[in-house]
């Protein structure tokens, strides 16, 4: 069992800058991947930010390339997010999955965080 929990959300101005951080617990050295998924009111929920074990290159979702930055510690997958947008507003999840898998994908992950909320609203 893997518990995760995010902090650092809130509400900022277009353009402006959140830090989410994500605190894991348990079993994390069977950890394969720890990734950031959001969903937006009424939409489905993304994947955005993923780390793996085996490369700690981060890969990103197009909808954020360029804007957000995930550490290279998959052991604390903190989440830089500049230029934010309105569109960028909604819940963001931490995540964590067992076995190697693409990590943007919500049917590769096992564990969930409860999530935090970012409104990005002027």
């Known amino acids: 069992q893997v518990d995760l929990v995010e902090s650092g959300g809130g509400s900022v101005q277009p353009g402006g800058s959140l830090t989410l951080d994500c605190a894991a617990s348990g079993r994390t050295g069977g950890v394969a991947c720890m990734a950031w998924f959001r969903q937006a009111p009424g939409k489905e929920r993304e994947g955005i930010a993923a780390i793996y074990a085996a490369n700690p290159k981060p890969v990103y979702s197009d909808s954020v390339k360029g804007r957000f930055t995930l550490s290279q510690d998959i052991a604390n997958p903190t989440l830089q997010m500049n230029m934010l947008k309105p569109e960028d507003t909604g819940t963001y999840y931490c995540?964590?999955?067992?076995?190697?898998?693409?990590?943007?994908?919500?049917?590769?992950?096992?564990?969930w965080g409860p999530g935090t909320l970012v409104d990005v609203s002027s």
């Open positions: 995540a964590a999955a067992s076995r190697r898998a693409n990590c943007l994908r919500l049917d590769s992950i096992n564990y």
